[in-house]
């Protein structure tokens, strides 16, 4: 059977490898980006994966746009929460629009989009929701109160739905990605991101896409399914919970 998954902020980085690794493993794959289009058709040129644009910080986006991915590939059985910003800023220097665009985009998508699949996958007896959550939700780094509080909500989000869900067949997990060489992360100094490598990341190298990609299938698997409420942690090491 080929099961329907939708992954958001799947056009770049971490999502796209998501969504790659979904399509190679013969899902039916929906990617939703917000509005880079040259990524977006870049990613179905090379797959095939049908793309959609909506903001995931608008609920009446996101209804519009799970029902047409049910109504293109099937109802949504595996949901992946990916897309997500991180303007870091210090508090003192944070306008109020800033945080509440970090919320809306990192936390409130989450349930903007679980919120459309979640009846369906209980009625259905089989869903997966897959959080993207962060590294930043244990150990938040300076700037990061609001992306840290978000990040952190993602996780407390998981293990409540996953409590919710354990008897119908839905599983509900995160994942925390340490540093992932992305668009996300180039916005750093070079110098912080080589003091990270050789000095903090255990394993010696920024993450790979596919590292985070791996969990997003082991996760997804109809025979994962005693594993609920857990989170993943993918940083080669830098942090140990
Ligand atoms: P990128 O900036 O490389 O890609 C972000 C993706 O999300 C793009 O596809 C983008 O679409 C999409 N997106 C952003 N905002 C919205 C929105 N409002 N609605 C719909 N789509 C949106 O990010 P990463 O791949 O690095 O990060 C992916 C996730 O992983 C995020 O949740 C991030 O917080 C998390 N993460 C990343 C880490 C890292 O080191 N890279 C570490 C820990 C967690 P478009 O191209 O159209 O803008």
């Not at 056009?11 to 490898?17: L, T």
């Not at 099937?74 to 629009?97: Q, R, T």
């Not at 394993?203 to 985070?212: A, F, T």
């Not at 005693?226 to 989170?231: E, P, V």
């Amino acid at each position: 059977m080929q099961r329907v998954a939708l992954v958001t902020g799947g056009s770049r980085g971490i999502g796209r490898g998501i969504a790659i690794a979904l399509d190679q493993a013969g899902y039916k794959v929906a990617a939703n980006y917000r509005s880079n289009e040259e990524a977006a058709a870049s990613l179905a040129a090379e797959t095939g994966v049908a793309t959609y644009a909506w903001d995931v910080a608008d609920y009446d986006a996101c209804q519009k746009g799970v029902e047409q991915v049910a109504a293109d590939l099937g109802p949504v059985e595996v949901l992946v929460n990916n897309a997500g910003i991180s303007p870091d800023k210090f508090m003192h220097k944070m306008a109020p629009d800033v945080w509440r665009k970090v919320i809306d985009t990192n936390l409130n998508a989450a349930f903007n989009m679980t919120h459309q699949v979640i009846k369906p996958m209980r009625d259905a007896g089989f869903g997966r929701v897959i959080n993207v959550a962060s590294l930043s939700a244990f150990a938040p780094n300076y700037g990061e109160t609001a992306y840290g509080a978000a990040k952190g909500a993602m996780v407390s989000f998981t293990k409540a739905l996953a409590k919710e869900s354990a008897t119908k067949g839905v599983t509900v997990n995160a994942i925390a990605p340490g540093y992932i060489d992305t668009d996300m992360i180039r916005v750093a100094p070079q110098e912080f991101l080589d003091d990270l490598v050789e000095n903090h990341i255990l394993v010696g190298r920024l993450g790979r896409v596919e590292d985070v990609a791996r969990c997003v299938l082991f996760l997804a698997a109809d025979d994962a399914d005693f594993i609920t409420g857990a989170t993943i942690d993918v940083n080669g090491g830098q942090v140990m919970r």
